[in-house]
């Protein structure tokens, strides 16, 4: 079985700094797919970046990207110039290729990001 | 936009009650998923739907039971409510098929059982 570990359980970063949250998952499979999503407090998960294994550059979403070591079995987000509307809790989710019942999201635990002004 | 909704925010049962948490998604979706998430643990998957009448158990499906009447619509049962299923439950839904297809979320319920 899959599993997601995110080894910060919080992180805290000044507002216009760069903050890099990190995600390692543990599988025997070679295709699949690896997920950031943000949960603001009291708002609802929303898709922050998403990388196929496949690839190898990394994926870009405006501040947001990725550091995919697929040897290392590791997946890092990097946050640059961050802002207050940063802070939530992050989740790194990793997703089976094979489709089917492989469907669903394994889940880390999350990260709780605190951005000071 | 795609829109997952829930029908309740917060929600508090007793003990022993029959709960129904109902999610609908307006994308026609073929994927429908339920999630618990705790402080510490992440969101673990209780049970997911693939298509109508269809369901697979997640990784945590003991205390709880599903049902896809229609394709938009994914209830969750709790059957005899006990107080260690007080959580968020959160309902997602996605595409089926070849590609990353992304999962979209609810708001989610904030179940407390007393």
């Known amino acids: 079985a899959q599993t997601v570990t995110q080894s910060q359980p919080e992180m805290s970063v000044q507002e216009a700094e760069t903050v890099t949250l990190s995600c390692t998952y543990d599988?025997?499979?070679?295709?699949?797919?690896l997920f950031w999503y943000k949960q603001p407090p009291s708002r609802q998960m929303i898709l922050v970046i998403r990388?196929?294994?496949?690839?190898?550059q990394n994926a870009t979403e405006n501040r947001f990207s990725v550091n995919f070591q697929k040897a290392a079995k590791s997946f890092s987000l990097k946050i640059s110039d961050s802002q207050l509307g940063d802070a939530a809790m992050y989740f790194c989710?990793?997703?089976?290729?094979?489709?089917?019942?492989?469907?669903?999201?394994?889940f880390g635990k999350g990260t709780k990001l605190t951005v000071n002004p | 936009d795609v829109k997952v909704t829930q029908s309740s925010r917060y929600l508090v049962k007793r003990t022993g009650e029959k709960v129904f948490l109902e999610c609908v998604q307006d994308?026609?979706?073929?994927?429908m998923f339920w999630y618990r998430q705790d402080p510490g643990l992440g969101l673990r998957l209780i049970y997911f739907?693939?298509?109508?009448?269809?369901?697979e158990k997640g990784d945590i499906p003991e205390g709880y039971s599903v049902s896809r009447e229609k394709k938009e619509r994914f209830s969750l049962i709790l059957e005899s409510a006990s107080t260690n299923q007080t959580s968020m439950y959160l309902c997602?839904?996605?595409?089926?098929?070849?590609?990353?297809?992304?999962?979209?979320f609810g708001p989610g319920t904030r179940l407390t059982v007393l």
């Open positions: 599988t025997s499979e070679s295709d699949y797919y």
């Open positions: 990388q196929e294994a496949y690839k190898q």
């Open positions: 739907s693939y298509d109508v009448k269809m369901k």
């Open positions: 997602a839904s996605s595409f089926a098929g070849e590609g990353w297809r992304e999962q979209f």
């Open positions: 994308m026609d979706h073929e994927n």
């Open positions: 989710a990793y997703r089976s290729a094979r489709g089917g019942g492989s469907e669903k999201l394994v």
